[in-house]
């Protein structure tokens, strides 16, 4: 609550704060739910706190104008967007692993991982549409939510950082995860 509050005190442009936090507030409505009928693994739960640090912190600033990142290893542009963009792929492809598991939708460990990997394209692909719908609704008021800086690439570094951020979810959680998900009675494929 407390980087919340910061983050909606002064930012830099209000409604790119609004844009950004969104998905926090959505997220803790939904988190707060279900708590009690469907309690997540500690692991995930600090990991979307994570995911959320990152989206206030954005949204405080501008995804281009985050301090630290600016020039950051000889780069011409503010490359915080690509921290969001890993962030969207590495806690989602928890999440989504843990439901899917939980839930029993796919029990092969192969299949898991390629439905994982899918979604966090699917929704990082979804989340651009949604950059592109608030540009064109907006005009010029939504440049720093999609905080291009001008690299013609974007969309696509954009979603391919959110692939990388999955796969290296999978690959360097998936066994604590499983740790996890043991202590609650859930025995993962």
Known sequence: ??????SGINPKDQFTWLLEVS???????????????????????????????V???GGHYTYAEVPLFDGLFGSERNN????????????????????????????SKAWLNLVVVSICLAFSAFYELIEWWVALASGKSAEAFLGTQGYVWDTQSDMGWALFGAICALVSLSGWHNKQLNKIGVEPS
Do not use: N
């Not at 609550?1 to 910061?6: G, R, T």
């Open 55 to 57: 989206l206030m912190v």
């Open 23 to 53: 998905p926090v507030i959505i997220g803790g409505v939904l988190l707060a739910a279900t708590y009690t009928s469907f309690r997540l693994t500690p692991l995930l739960y600090v990991l979307i706190l994570a995911h959320c640090i």
């Open 80 to 107: 915080y967007d690509k921290v969001g963009h890993f962030f969207q792929g590495f806690v989602p492809a928890i999440l989504a692993r843990e439901i899917l598991i939980r839930k029993q939708v796919v029990r």
């Open 1 to 6: 609550m407390a980087v919340f509050v910061w």
